[in-house]
């Protein structure tokens, strides 16, 4: 019983808001600490949070989502498993007039009014941060570099971006060549499996590329067991800066870390409550992030919350 929300932030309208939210699944660091974000947030702001998990399957979130509307709740969030294929259920939650929010992954639906905004990461612009630390390091260096790449899972937009902005900056030099690029569905097990085989099938492996800090925690482990030895006798570029990864970097094991923010809790329940009042609201806000060298680990390391 007397569940009044007992918060000075009411939006204006009534009583407490009810959010249903699709998250994609529980594949990684980044997403155990994003899960978590969203669910400390809605409580902070007293938002009813209906959570639901897609276990990594589109056909989950367009369920949750179909219920959601069915449940009539005031705001759907959701982080898309995949970009493609969400018009129809998205144009079924504008048609019931229920307001939706992206967050962390957008679609590629051309009409933008099927969305009120999208908060999240520049992945492409991750990708280039990725290519432009290899560029540097080996600068005045002419022999080839071989690069073996660790993809997200197929069809999500980082996996898509940070491809594309990583390709697009090495590009400009051919001794940097991309020898195998394999998705490793952004997991730990499945970052070591497929790094076991690219160890069985090249022996002259440079740098490795992950899309994430799991797969590259997992490849660290594949190419410990090779008799190799991480950050030294192969290079390793990630995305993420989880605090797992943070720690191998500080250690050495991995060269250089893109951030990426999973903390978006806060702005999304922000945004809530503002389509919830009418207000109009940006259609795409940016996340602030940096990168991370060793030694800028090691410093950050102590405070890093997650
Ligand atoms: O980088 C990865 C997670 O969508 C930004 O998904 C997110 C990505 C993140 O599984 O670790």
Request: hydrophobic fraction near 40%.
């Amino acid at each position: 019983g007397g569940d009044d929300a007992g918060s000075g932030d009411s939006g204006g309208g009534g009583g407490k808001i009810t959010m249903g939210f699709s998250q994609v699944g529980a594949e990684s660091g980044w997403r155990t600490a994003n899960t978590k974000s969203i669910q400390e947030s809605a409580a902070t702001a007293g938002i009813d949070l209906k959570f639901s998990d897609a276990q990594g399957k589109q056909e989950n979130q367009i369920k949750a989502i179909r219920s959601f509307i069915a449940q009539r709740v005031d705001v759907i969030a959701f982080s898309p498993v995949v970009e493609s294929g969400w018009d129809t259920v998205l144009k079924e939650a504008k048609d019931a007039n229920i307001p939706v929010i992206l967050t962390d992954r957008s679609v590629d639906s051309q009409d933008k009014t099927l969305y009120k905004s999208f908060i999240g990461s520049d992945f492409v612009l991750e990708g280039k941060k990725a290519g432009e630390w290899l560029v540097k390091e080996y600068e005045g260096k002419p022999e080839p570099v071989n690069i073996v790449e660790l993809q997200g899972s197929p069809g999500a937009a980082p996996a898509n971006d940070r491809k594309a902005g990583f390709a697009e900056v090495i590009k400009a030099d051919p001794k940097f060549k991309v020898i195998a690029s394999q998705t490793g569905q952004f997991t730990r097990t499945d970052g070591k499996e497929v790094m076991e085989a690219f160890l069985k099938a090249h022996q002259d492996i440079d740098v490795l590329y992950a899309h994430n800090d799991d797969m590259g925690l997992g490849a660290i482990e594949a190419i410990e067991a090779a008799g190799k030895k991480p950050g030294t006798d192969i290079k390793i570029i990630t995305v993420d800066a989880v605090k797992d990864g943070m720690t191998a970097l500080a250690a050495g094991k991995i060269n250089y870390i893109v951030e990426c923010s999973p903390l978006l809790g806060p702005q999304l329940m922000d945004l809530a409550k503002k389509v919830k009042a009418g207000e109009t609201v940006e259609q795409r806000v940016v996340t602030e992030e940096t990168t991370f060298t060793q030694e800028q680990a090691k410093a950050a390391l102590p405070d890093r919350k997650y």
